[in-house]
């Protein structure tokens, strides 16, 4: 039998589609093995949301190339589809595979053997004229607590600096009654909880009729499901009415992620963000209303072309006032065709450096302070493994606010859900759940 390893780059989406193809597979008779092993096919879903992860992903081309040069090296997703003639040139790989043709990867498998030596395969269109969204799935993830399903791909907010509209075309949905029938799946092989995600979910259902919510409450529907998180929402999707519907629906987590990028509304006009800090403070303060003490979390860009000192502040005071649970930090890259490669006012590495460093820093103070609020606070929590924790084997989960908690047990308790109190933190992110 065949053997085959996969290599994921990027993103949620990434990840699930990785986890796809690795189902497609194991169907198709193929053993799959440990991406580090010797395989007779190595398959790397590449990113290239930045000039790191592009590179990257090059180099995961070659790590394949190199530990069996007679396997057919497969590349496949974002960086192929938006530098395909690079990838051609690069001649390391044997297939291309671009976003929205992963489904054809046992196909050009088969088809490759009779080109061995010539011109890569490649299977790259016009994903902006994509209409279609390509079906794949997984109901069988890595995880045993947890999955997550694809509900959503492509992009129509085309802001200033991101690359992804041209990566993953326009929006496309994926049918309620496919979505369900995977959680089914998915709720018979023992997952508990599933995360709902897209490249931009807050989109779901504009091009076909429906709407997020009434997903949501389809899946919330499921027997066996017990949790359900969302991925990634634009800030405006968060009216009265929404907030109020989750909050009606017992299996939502509060753990929600709304996208900022900066806290100066100068800066987001640049960036081409359709909303004001206003209108993100206003979203918060719903959820916020809707549910106790949920958890924020967000994304933040520094050195964007033209950020002052003085704009910097303005974030730095925004982010502070609104007290995230986590920010996940980054520094602004060039990416060629887009409108903010060409902006005047592109800040240095070294400054992008200096500011994300302070923001790095109030971002471990926030989580702390945010973790530490459940101090001596009955929560539940969802055990997803056994590991050593201070130098003791400990059942650690999350609970639905995704606090990490650690608890001592003699009875298994892996993909079951415990009751305990909060206490004091064993480890950095880590604190200790006294079961009662």
């Known amino acids: 039998m065949k053997r085959a390893a996969l290599h994921n780059l990027g993103c949620k989406v990434n990840a699930y589609e990785t986890e796809a193809m ?48 007679d396997a ?25 595979l671009g976003n929205n043709k992963k489904g054809e990867l046992l196909k050009l498998l088969a088809g490759v053997q009779e080109k061995r030596g010539k011109k890569a395969l490649s299977d790259v269109t016009d994903i902006g004229a994509e209409c279609a969204f390509e079906n794949l799935k997984s109901d069988k993830p890595a995880g045993h607590t947890r999955a997550f399903i694809k509900v959503q791909d492509g992009c129509n907010q085309f802001c200033s ?90 299996k939502i987590c509060p753990h929600f992620h709304l996208s900022l990028q900066s806290g ?30 949920p958890a924020i979390t967000t994304d933040v860009i520094v050195g964007f072309p033209g950020e002052t000192e003085e704009e910097f502040a303005k974030t730095k005071a925004f982010l502070s006032s609104v007290r995230f649970y986590e920010m996940h930090i980054f520094r602004y890259s060039r990416r060629k065709g887009t409108r903010a490669d060409a902006m ?13 460093g302070e923001l790095l820093a109030m971002e471990r103070r926030m989580s702390e302070e945010f973790r530490s609020y459940y101090r001596g606070v009955r929560k539940e929590a969802l055990m997803e493994e056994l ?19 650690a608890a001592p047990s003699e009875a298994p308790l892996l993909n079951r859900s415990v009751s305990g109190v909060v206490c004091d933190a064993l480890e950095e992110g880590i604190y200790r759940l006294q079961l009662c």
Request: charged letters at 25%.
């Open 387 to 405: 590991q050593t924790v201070c130098g003791v084997p400990m059942y650690v989960g999350y609970t639905r606010e995704y606090v990490r908690v």
């Open 72 to 96: 057919v090296v497969v590349a496949a997703g974002c960086y192929v589809q938006t530098k395909e003639q690079e990838a051609l040139l690069e001649g390391t790989a044997d297939i291309l």
């Open 161 to 250: 600096y991101c690359i992804i509209p041209y990566a993953r075309g326009r929006i496309r949905s994926r049918s309620r009654a496919d979505v369900k029938e995977e959680v089914r799946a998915l709720a018979a092989n023992g997952y508990r909880e599933v995360v709902l995600t897209g490249i931009h979910l807050s989109s779901y259902g504009a091009d076909c009729g429906e709407d997020l919510i009434g997903l949501i409450r389809s899946v919330h529907e499921t027997e066996g499901i017990e949790r359900i998180r969302l991925g990634s929402l634009e800030p405006k999707i968060v009216t009265p009415d929404f907030a109020a519907q989750l909050a009606g629906l017992d």
């Open 344 to 356: 005047e006012g592109q800040v240095s590495e070294k400054l992008k450096a200096a500011r994300s």
């Open 264 to 293: 100066c509304d100068d800066t987001l006009a640049r960036m081409n963000r359709k909303y004001t800090t206003a209108e993100y403070r206003k979203s918060v303060a719903l959820l916020r209303a809707a549910f106790d003490h």
């Open 22 to 69: 690795a189902q497609l597979l194991s169907d198709g008779g193929y053993t799959i093995v440990d991406f580090d092993e010797t395989a007779d096919v190595y398959v790397i879903n590449t990113c290239s949301v930045t000039n790191v992860a592009d590179r990257k992903s090059r180099q995961m081309i070659r790590r394949a190339r190199a530990k069996n040069p």
